[in-house]
């Protein structure tokens, strides 16, 4: 069965960036799509981009400028990077895999909290 | 970005019928998903494509709709449908998702 589990600092100062991992168990990134998305406290929910089987990206032009998403074949994770934090960044990110690019999530991460703070 | 508008909070007793909706700015086709939400848990898929439901899930559980308007029902209500539950599209880029309905039982 795929699991995903999200890692990394919960705690990021304003201005500086923010570094997730993914790692996942029970299935190969380098087949499907594999996503990020953030819950914001009081609910609201965006999705920040993927990295696909091949390695390709996509993001939302929300973040075009500050995102970065890479990947590790051999370790089967992949990786996080949002440049240039503010507090309005402070929400759980979760990472999921769909099937095609545009599509839904079967699968997800427990998720983890990041709070952007000085 | 498509706007997904859902209704934030809805009660109801166990055993009824619950209807929550998710109205989208601009047509979807029948590409929207739903998504149940417990507190510190992850979403977990209900339903996609509208109304094709999830393997291992419910069959009180139920989806319709297409273009812009669609449905999420719960027949019957259990105590333990508590949770907020949220409409997805992947129509159009960005993936957007809905505000979320907090579902709370009687």
């Known amino acids: 069965e795929v699991q995903l589990q999200e890692s990394g600092p919960g705690l990021v100062k304003p201005s500086q960036s923010l570094s997730l991992t993914c790692s996942v168990t029970?299935?190969?990134?380098?087949?499907?799509?594999w996503g990020w998305i953030r819950k914001f406290p009081g609910n609201k929910m965006e999705w920040m981009g993927y990295?696909?089987?091949?390695?390709?990206?996509s993001y939302n032009p929300s973040l075009k400028s500050r995102i970065s998403i890479t990947r590790d074949t051999s370790k089967n994770q992949f990786f996080l990077q949002l440049n240039s934090v503010t507090t309005e960044d402070t929400a759980t990110y979760y990472c999921?895999?769909?099937?095609?690019?545009?599509?839904?999530?079967?699968?997800w991460g427990q998720g983890t909290l990041v709070t952007v703070s000085s | 970005d498509t706007v997904l508008t859902q209704s934030p909070a809805l009660a109801v007793s166990p055993g009824e019928r619950v209807t929550i909706s998710c109205r989208a700015s601009e047509s979807v086709s029948t590409l929207m998903h739903w998504y149940q939400q417990k507190p510190g848990q992850q979403p977990t898929l209900l339903i996609y494509l509208a109304s094709n439901l999830e393997s291992g899930v419910p069959a009180r559980f139920s989806g319709s709709g297409s273009g812009t308007d669609f449905t999420l029902t719960i027949d019957p209500v259990e105590a333990d449908d508590t949770a907020t539950y949220y409409c997805?599209?992947?129509?159009?880029?960005?993936?957007?998702f809905g505000s979320g309905t907090k579902l709370e039982i009687k």
């Open positions: 029970g299935y190969s990134i380098t087949s499907n799509y």
């Open positions: 990295i696909s089987y091949s390695g390709s990206t």
């Open positions: 997805q599209q992947s129509w159009n880029d960005p993936l957007t």
């Open positions: 999921a895999r769909s099937n095609w690019e545009l599509d839904w999530f079967a699968y």
